[in-house]
């Protein structure tokens, strides 16, 4: 008898709606239990068990046909790369990691500074932290942080380094980047509002010119919308180190050596500006006596009462004195013994304290009192040096204008000539700056504030590298490798680059210059490869295992060197 089976030799793939329903046992089952009971003999009941087991059996084949779907429709980079977190740490060996440095606020209250070794700095304000209910902290609370300056401290970390750009893709590369969290009593903090830490990192970049300072702008990693956020611009300044001692004569060193001889001779050009043009004395405006303070009438001018030798001032030097002047004990003079008021001083020392106030000192052969003075007039003397004050504050401030336009344009003429010196030292040394082997870098600090914890970055932004299709990867014993991260760097920027390893995804890398491409397997073994050029259709990749695995992040760094 023939049997028409209809076998279908290329099936159309279900789709998540069908294979959704097929998994949904419990409604096959109420359909089932639904249907009216029919009487029959057992081989019929017999027949509807088998039905509703083989209809559960299928449900069950597609389950496990569905993680071979991909097989030929591949993940696109996108969905790759949306399946794995966001920050995907690929060694999660805590040896390889960069540690945090934990530092302890006393008083969170009061806020504070925290120096690192490496010359980064951390001012906390005060009142910055609050709890999960939203309460403001005090006491003691630990300061988490660490910071990531190359592409070894990128890749361990896990942190992804593309930045969308108006829908458009590029990467950051990094001046460095800083993560930091607070704890208290084991529990993590928020940052109040209001509040933000201010962070010096002192890093170091490449630079096109020495003595032009690269612009950077700081981003915020945000984990849930899976990108990074810009923030505000780097406060970046220059960091002049003490490269003069040493054996060797290097441009930096001739730079910072000739440089502090201009600095010099600029800032003793000033001093010398000064003094020959000196401020003339002002004058001291009168103090009207109180009425409520005892007083002492001591006429120094007229020489009615000597001033003893030992005194730092004389009586020339009281000439600035008004006419009728008194001396008023101030209030926080000593006590007086009021016998003084009945002595008969025979001479008095006197030491000045400022403008208004001195230490005056009544001496007698049997015994002395010291007291706090102030020069005072009465009356019609006070008026009369009040009117001869104003007039000489008029001439002061005529004078004081007239020294300032000398000195200005004389200064004006000293920073030319400073600036002018500098620029000439410069161009002197550009060109063999320039012809230095290796690339050219400085030490920086990059300042700028946090208003929330986790990951800020120094960067610029940079175009993706042109991508080629087709690649073939496969390590030295000719294992394919697909579908697993690719990640690359290159010398030119401190970013990583990350792309789906697959023959069917795009890779990119820059053309003409020294890259690393590398992967890592489920095992955490390293392959690694260093390659300048790439070519479409079907290009071979060979990898090299990196043997022994890495133990700690020196080892690491060992075996990504390129």
Same mark, same amino acid.
């Given at each position: 008898m023939e049997r028409n089976y209809n076998f279908k030799q290329n099936p159309e793939e279900p789709g998540s709606e069908d294979i959704r329903q097929r998994m949904d046992f419990d409604a096959l089952l109420r359909e089932f239990e639904a249907q009216p009971a029919v009487k029959t003999t057992g081989g019929a009941?017999?027949?509807?068990?088998?039905?509703? /087991? &083989?209809?559960?059996?299928?449900?069950?084949?597609?389950?496990?046909?569905?993680?071979?779907l991909g097989g030929n429709n591949p993940l696109s980079p996108e969905d790759y790369f949306a399946q794995q977190d966001f920050v995907h740490i690929p060694l999660p060996q805590q040896e390889l990691q960069v540690p945090f440095t934990a530092q302890v606020v006393s008083d969170a209250h009061k806020g504070g500074v925290i120096d690192y070794p490496s010359g980064s700095r951390?001012? @906390?304000?005060?009142?910055?932290?609050?709890?999960?209910?939203? $309460?403001?902290? =005090?006491?003691?609370?630990?300061?988490?942080?660490?910071e990531l300056h190359d592409y070894i401290d990128f890749f361990v970390s896990g942190i992804?380094?593309?930045?969308?750009?108006?829908?458009?893709?590029?990467?950051?590369?990094?001046?460095?980047?800083?993560?930091?969290?607070?704890?208290?009593?084991?529990?993590?903090?928020?940052?109040?509002?209001?509040?933000? @830490?201010?962070?010096e990192l002192r890093s170091e970049v490449v630079v096109k010119d020495y003595f032009s300072l690269p612009k950077y702008h700081v981003y915020q990693l945000d984990t849930a919308s899976r990108t990074w956020q810009y923030s505000n611009v780097d406060m970046l300044q220059f960091?002049?180190?003490?490269?003069?001692? =040493?054996? &060797?004569? &290097?441009?930096?060193? $001739?730079?910072? +050596?000739?440089?502090?001889?201009?600095?010099?001779?600029?800032? !003793?050009?000033?001093?010398?500006?000064?003094?020959?043009?000196?401020?003339?004395?002002?004058?001291?405006?009168?103090?009207?006596?109180?009425?409520?303070?005892?007083?002492?009438?001591?006429?120094?001018?007229?020489?009615?009462?000597?001033?003893?030798?030992?005194?730092?001032?004389?009586?020339?030097?009281?000439?600035?004195?008004?006419?009728g002047t008194i001396w008023e004990i101030a209030p926080e003079s000593p006590e007086v013994d009021p016998r003084a008021f009945r002595v008969s001083w025979e001479t008095v020392k006197l030491r000045r304290l400022n403008t208004q106030r001195f230490e005056l000192t009544l001496q007698h052969r049997d015994n002395e009192e010291t007291l706090i003075v102030a020069p005072v007039l009465l009356g019609a003397n006070y008026q009369q040096a009040m009117a001869n004050y104003q007039g000489e504050l008029a001439t002061y401030d005529a004078m004081v204008t007239l020294r300032e336009e000398e000195v200005s344009s004389e200064r004006e003429r000293l920073q030319t000539e400073f600036v002018a010196r !500098?620029?000439?030292?410069?161009? /002197?040394?550009?060109?063999?700056?320039?012809?230095?082997?290796?690339?050219?870098?400085?030490?920086?600090?990059? +300042?700028f504030v946090v208003s929330e914890f986790g990951v800020w970055n120094c960067a610029q932004t940079i175009d993706?590298?042109?991508?080629?299709?087709?690649?073939?990867? +496969?390590?030295?014993?000719?294992?394919?490798?697909?579908? &697993?991260?690719?990640?690359?760097?290159? $010398?030119?920027?401190?970013?990583?680059?990350?792309?789906?390893?697959?023959?069917?995804?795009?890779i990119g890398i820059e053309p003409a210059t020294d890259n690393l491409l590398w992967v890592v397997?489920? !095992?955490?073994?390293?392959?690694?490869?260093?390659?300048?050029?790439?070519?479409?259709?079907g290009a071979e990749l060979v990898l090299e295992t990196v043997t022994p695995p890495a133990k700690t992040n020196a080892d690491l760094r060992k075996a990504l060197e390129f």
């Open positions: 009941r017999i027949r509807r068990l088998i039905y509703f /087991s &083989t209809a559960a059996a299928a449900a069950v084949a597609l389950l496990l046909w569905v993680p071979f951390l001012v @906390i304000p005060a009142a910055a932290f609050m709890n999960d209910r939203g $309460r403001l902290v =005090g006491g003691e609370v630990a300061i988490h942080y660490r992804p380094l593309a930045y969308d750009s108006v829908g458009m893709q590029r990467y950051l590369t990094s001046a460095g980047m800083v993560e930091v969290y607070a704890e208290q009593n084991g529990n993590r903090l928020k940052m109040a509002p209001g509040k933000a @830490i201010q962070v960091v002049e180190e003490d490269l003069i001692t =040493g054996g &060797t004569n &290097t441009p930096q060193q $001739r730079w910072q +050596r000739e440089l502090g001889n201009l600095e010099q001779e600029y800032e !003793k050009a000033l001093q010398d500006l000064q003094m020959d043009f000196p401020l003339p004395s002002a004058p001291v405006a009168p103090t009207q006596a109180n009425g409520n303070r005892p007083t002492l009438e001591l006429d120094f001018a007229q020489g009615a009462l000597a001033l003893d030798p030992a005194s730092d001032l004389q009586p020339e030097d009281l000439a600035y004195l008004h006419a !500098k620029e000439a030292l410069k161009e /002197s040394l550009e060109q063999e700056f320039q012809s230095q082997p290796g690339e050219l870098r400085r030490q920086v600090v990059n +300042r993706a590298p042109s991508t080629v299709h087709g690649i073939q990867y +496969r390590t030295e014993g000719g294992q394919a490798i697909e579908n &697993t991260t690719a990640y690359v760097v290159n $010398r030119e920027y401190n970013t990583i680059f990350r792309y789906l390893a697959s023959s069917t995804a795009p397997n489920e !095992k955490g073994t390293i392959s690694r490869v260093e390659l300048k050029q790439l070519h479409d259709d």
